[in-house]
């Protein structure tokens, strides 16, 4: 009778142990990747998926490992960049263009007004030099701002189909307590970024950007400190709370690992001590289909910080090689003297830079949280 509860003991630990692995994972079964993986690839956006391989979604593990590979090679990597930077200079030396062009006119005037004498006619030609720059610039500016807006959408739409991917791969690797926490830590992660980030830019930048224009033709208000002083506000408790999310979920998945580990070596160690044949060989089974496991874990993270560079950076280059023709003609309007105006782009260049630190820091994020999903160690290893 005491031989028998030790087994139906034995029997029990190894469930609980091993029911979120076995049931999803069998040792003939080891080289697939969970269902959520394709569905996951399925929801990804038709250009993006037009810049990966044909491999990504193969029924082969290893194939797919194999492509997540070769989307991480430096080759990959400087081609697309190469291709989005030939993609995007056109547009950036044509902005710089029309800029220089508009400066160089409004330095004519600007002499022009200055042998006539009249506060008047100097005012008014000031005027119109403004909102010439900044027509030139509306345009670049708004469809700047609703990119901006469409990659935090699609952002958001690529990690929410992940969270399951993610906890379904940790459950097949025994982490079931760290599926749990790490899956609730990524919805918040998805909340900020959706509330804080996807539906604040837009205003900000909106509202920056009628303050830059607003001070570029009333130079009298002094609305510098208040542009400034939204941007540094909004930046900061950005960078705040991601850093908070990002030190709870360091935390939390650490405490949630240690503790699946370590009731998953208990079980192993209970049964190959109660049952030393049979036990054994359970721990070297569940050994072996574990280490196929962590190359699965790999490969969805791996894969998931590649899916969110190749979203970033078609943006961020945009961004950049604006922001490098906002500073060009920048420097053109101090050469000739166009205060007014070389405010004006200063002002909306720095909004840029508010962007580019916006998706910066969300998409880093990210990837810091996909990066602790890979350090994860596999619980039943």
Partial sequence: MKDMKKIIAVCFSLLLVCSAFCARVGATEADKLPEEYYEMVEQLPDDLLDKLPDGIASEDTESI????????????????????????????????????????????????????????????????????????????????????????????????????????????????????????????????????????????????????????????????????????????????????????????????AAADSTAARAAKMVASTVIPVVGGSVSETLRTVASSVQYMKSIVGVGGIAFVLILLLPTLVTLLLNRLAFMAAGCIADLLGCESESRLISDIGAINGCMIATVSMCSVMFILALNIFIKTAVAIL
């Fill in 65 to 256: 490992g194999d492509t997540i590979m070769s989307l991480t090679s430096s080759e990959y990597v400087f081609s697309l960049i190469g291709e989005l930077f030939g993609e995007g200079l056109g547009g950036a030396v044509g902005l710089a263009a029309r800029l220089c062009g508009i400066l160089v006119i409004s330095a004519v005037f600007s002499s022009f007004k200055r042998s006539i004498g009249s506060d008047a006619v100097s005012g008014a030609i000031g005027f119109c030099s403004s909102c010439a720059v900044f027509a030139a610039i509306i345009e670049v500016e708004h469809k700047q701002i609703l990119m901006v807006g469409e990659f935090f959408e699609r952002l958001n739409s690529l990690m929410l189909s992940m969270i399951p991917v993610t906890g379904a791969v940790y459950a097949m690797c025994g982490n079931v307590t760290t599926a749990a926490t790490g899956s609730a830590t990524m919805y918040a992660f998805l909340a900020v970024s959706e509330g804080i980030c996807a539906k604040t830019i837009v205003p900000i930048s909106s509202i920056c950007l009628a303050l830059a224009l607003c001070r570029s033709v009333s130079p009298d208000l002094n609305l510098q400190g208040i542009s400034s002083g939204i941007k540094k506000c909004y930046t900061f408790v950005l960078g705040m709370i991601m850093t908070i999310l990002i030190a709870l979920l360091s935390a939390q998945t650490s405490l949630s």
